[in-house]
């Protein structure tokens, strides 16, 4: 087992609270000189739209992906100010969990790096947290930040 780091995934969904963590990936990146994706995934919300109509289906797809590119702009951003290429990347189709866990994967990437956000209380219960189902299913180690 190699602790080498060559390659970062930060998962970001665009809120203040992941700021810490994209801070953390950023760092973590300078000092080992590894490469940086900047991951967002559109949140899956399948049965909501089909019972909404296509156009308000398009115009939250839409939005979403919007709020994508804001999201991964802000990493690429914090990684140009340490000196690093971020690769933005979003990513459709797939729970949050689960693009984050397939990219690593099939980008063969070192370390992944996310926050502590999630749903919480019932909505917790019921569908459990991002961060618990990419610590539970990366086959990569995970960095949580709070």
Do not use: Q
């Amino acid at each position: 087992m190699s602790a080498e780091i060559k390659t970062i995934a930060i998962a970001t969904d665009g809120s203040e609270n992941v700021m810490n963590a994209v801070e953390w990936g950023i760092g973590l990146a300078k000092a080992n000189g590894a490469k940086v994706s900047a991951l967002y995934v559109v949140p899956h919300t399948g049965v909501t739209l089909a019972m909404r109509g296509e156009m308000w289906s398009k115009a939250l797809e839409n939005h979403l992906k919007d709020e994508g590119e804001k999201a991964t702009a802000y990493v690429v951003e914090a990684g140009k100010k340490a000196g690093l290429i971020v690769e933005p990347v979003i990513i459709d189709g797939k729970t949050p969990a689960d693009g984050i866990v397939d990219f690593a994967k099939e980008n063969d990437t070192n370390l992944i790096v996310m926050g502590t956000l999630g749903v919480t209380g019932l909505s917790h219960i019921l569908l459990g947290s991002v961060a618990e189902n990419v610590v539970r299913h990366a086959k990569r180690p995970v960095l949580v930040i709070p």
